[in-house]
T-cell receptor, first 115, second 115 residues
Framework: AQSVAQPEDQVNVAEGNPLTVKCTYS??????LFWYVQYPNRGLQFLLKYITGDNLVKGSYGFEAEFNKSQTSFHLKKPSALVSDSALYFC?????????????FGQGTELSVKP | DAGITQSPRHKVTETGTPVTLRCHQTENHRYMYWYRQDPGHGLRLIHYSYGVKDTDKGEVSDGYSVSRSKTEDFLLTLESATSSQTSVYFC??????????????FGNGTRLTVT
């Protein structure tokens, strides 16, 4: 079965420090992986995706994610956190087409960046 | 943004009553989705549509129905609301079926409370 897990409910980081939000996945075939961000009282916004190619993917707002096939991980990173990065982050994996092609989301990780 | 509007933004209703949530998009996207967001579960797909009058079930479709009479509108109906359907509901749309080429665009959500 396809699944995605975010092992941390909350991540706390001081402003200016690097941040990592963890994601692991289980999928048959080649993984198509995504990160979305949700600000309070808003819908989710697309951040970045991994389809193929370079294992380090760059996205919006200075975020990047590292795909690691051997560890089945797709961790979200940023070299220097901002208070405005505080939000709920979701990792997602696309289900193969023969199983519907839809996105399965992790349970979310709340990132809190303190001044 | 895809210009997705959800209405109402908040609703309180009683157990056993029917409820309809509305989603309107202005980007002429063919694919539309309804998700529910619950703590510890992330987002779970309820129903989706791949064109006018073409809909299919997601992973948590019991107790819900949908209709799509126009490209821009996608309605979610709780036939007889239960307390377990208290949740935040998100509508999303995409241009293509290939979600790795055409990321999901989300509305701002409807917070539904069933008493």
């Amino acid at each position: 079965a396809q699944s995605v897990a975010q092992p941390e409910d909350q991540v706390n980081v001081a402003e200016g420090n690097p941040l990592t939000v963890k994601c692991t996945y289980s999928v048959s075939g080649n993984p198509y992986l995504f990160w979305y961000v949700q600000y309070p009282n808003r819908g989710l916004q697309f951040l970045l995706k991994y389809i193929t190619g370079d294992n380090l993917v760059k996205g919006s707002y200075g975020f990047e994610a590292e795909f690691n096939k051997s560890q089945t991980s797709f961790h979200l990173k940023k070299p220097s956190a901002l208070v405005s990065d505080s939000a709920l982050y979701f990792c997602a994996v696309r289900v193969p087409y023969n199983q519907g092609g839809k996105l399965i989301f992790g349970q979310g990780t709340e990132l809190s960046v303190k001044p | 943004d895809a210009g997705i509007t959800q209405s109402p933004r908040h609703k309180v209703t009683e157990t056993g009553t029917p409820v309809t949530l509305r989603c309107h998009q202005t980007e002429n996207h063919r694919y539309m989705y309804w998700y529910r967001q619950d703590p510890g579960h992330g987002l779970r797909l309820i129903h989706y549509s791949y064109g006018v009058k073409d809909t299919d079930k997601g992973e948590v479709s019991d107790g819900y129905s949908v209709s799509r009479s126009k490209t821009e509108d996608f309605l979610l109906t709780l036939e007889s609301a239960t307390s377990s359907q208290t949740s935040v509901y998100f509508c999303a749309s995409s241009r293509d079926r290939d979600l790795h080429h055409s990321p999901l665009h989300f509305g701002n959500g409807t917070r539904l409370t069933v008493t």
